[in-house]
């Protein structure tokens, strides 16, 4: 072997060999930033290769192609053919066949002992049907994913391998912890929701108000540390406005998309590197900032997705001579809904909207964190003294916490008789859209449910269905209740 291997390393290819040995033929193998997927992959093909096995390697985009057969060259592993129109690296009698999805989708598939499908979470149907090949039946696809959670997966994966997580290699010096702040909270009420994420032409245009692009220059002169930072935009335009703002204030700034050429890419990397510029406003792509020495992430695309904040923070916790931390500028309220990148855990595959669920997709174990109000620092849930600033809140006044439930019970609709369990799901189903669509907090669900019901929900399935006007007219009944019970108060105090 030309490459030492890391605990964790070995570990993944001691659960991959047992998963397969088990007679698992579609295992998963999660490899956060910073494990050393190409290491692993590469060691795989290794294997593979030793045994005399052919390996036929996927990326989901023709970009990928060049990149990976680099990356194996890298890792000594020359006997590599390129599947993609006139490559000139295109050999079908190597033993190693590195192929895009798109390539494969119009050709005759090659004979393979081994499929590996990198980038794996993001899925396309032609997998769906190639692995259904008799054929291909028990032939090995080992999917790889730094965030393998895309819904559905477990219909098509049978095994998930987690040799380490983001938390752990943090802790064990692989990766750079991270501070985060949240000095902003965009109004995304009007933004709608398609496909599980923001609707990108209406989240443009919410984010790119001149006081929020403003905003953000500023927190970055003031928090920034002067730190080589990536921006994260929302799309070009957005990226546009805030690269101007960041020159209008006189610091150097670059800008990347989809469609800067990698030379030019590479040499804003370069001036990066050298502080020629220190702000690099982006869209998200695969690509950029990978192997960039990034200290502060400035994180101006909200989303609802677990994949692409975790891929986003990523591109910050590399370690790097004397960096001692990332500083994460958070404004778009990311972490305070999703929780910090490494809370972020699935014990299973996503099985799709029909799957067998305990009642949690989420598995969530950590409470989501807080911010504290003196310096907006995002600290875990439990910690009262903040550890940037010292504050320490005063606790809620009991009173209060009465009052609020006082108003809960005096307003509740009494039920003559007991809602059945379908209608108990058909209202948590829609609480769950509203929460999504407006981006409440999560606990708003269970909340309004025992507004409802009087009880905690219990035992309901995780899907959401689109609100009936009965359902949004209880809603609004509650508003107004609520509103008026509170101008009652106000009153009563006043008085
Ligand atoms: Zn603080």
Known sequence: MKFTLLAHQVRALDMLRHSLASGKRRPMLQAPTGAGKTVLGAAIV????????????????????SQTVERFAEQGINSVGVMQGFHPATDADQPVQVASIQTLMRRKLPRASIVMIDEAHRWFDFYGKWMAMPEWQNVPFVGLSATPWAKGLG????????????????????????RVFAPAHPDLTNVRT?????????????MSQPVLIADTVATWLRLGEDRPTLCFAVDRAHARKLADQFEAAGVATGYVDMDTPPDERQLIGERLKHGQ???????????????????????????KSETLFTQIIGRGLRTAPGKADCLILDHSDTTLRLGFVDDIHHDHLDMG??????????DRETPLPKECPACSRLKPAGIRKCPSCGFEPERQSAI?????????????????????HDEKQRFYSMLLWLQQDRGYAPGYVAHKFKDRFGIWPH????????PDATFLNWIKSRQIA???????????HAA
């Open 46 to 65: 290794e294997g593979a290769l030793r045994k005399g096995n052919p390996v036929l390697f996927t990326v989901p985009f023709l970009s990928l192609v």
């Open 155 to 178: 219909k098509h994966y049978d095994d998930l391998l987690i040799p380490t997580t983001t938390k752990a290699l943090i802790a064990e010096g692989f990766l750079s912890p991270f």
């Open 194 to 206: 398609v496909a599980g994420d923001y609707h990108e032409g209406q989240l443009s245009d919410a």
């Open 277 to 303: 510029i220190k702000v690099v406003c982006n869209v998200y792509t695969l690509t950029t900032g990978v192997d960039w020495d990034v200290r502060c992430i400035i994180l101006a695309r909200p989303t």
């Open 353 to 362: 909207p029909h799957q067998k669920s305990n009642g949690s997709r989420k």
């Open 400 to 420: 209060e916490e009465r009052h609020g439930e006082l108003i809960a019970l005096k307003g509740r609709r009494k039920d003559k008789r007991e809602a059945t």
């Open 459 to 466: 035992g309901m399935m995780e899907h959401s269905v689109e």
């Open 482 to 492: 609520w509103a008026k019970q509170k101008k009652k108060q106000e009153a009563a």
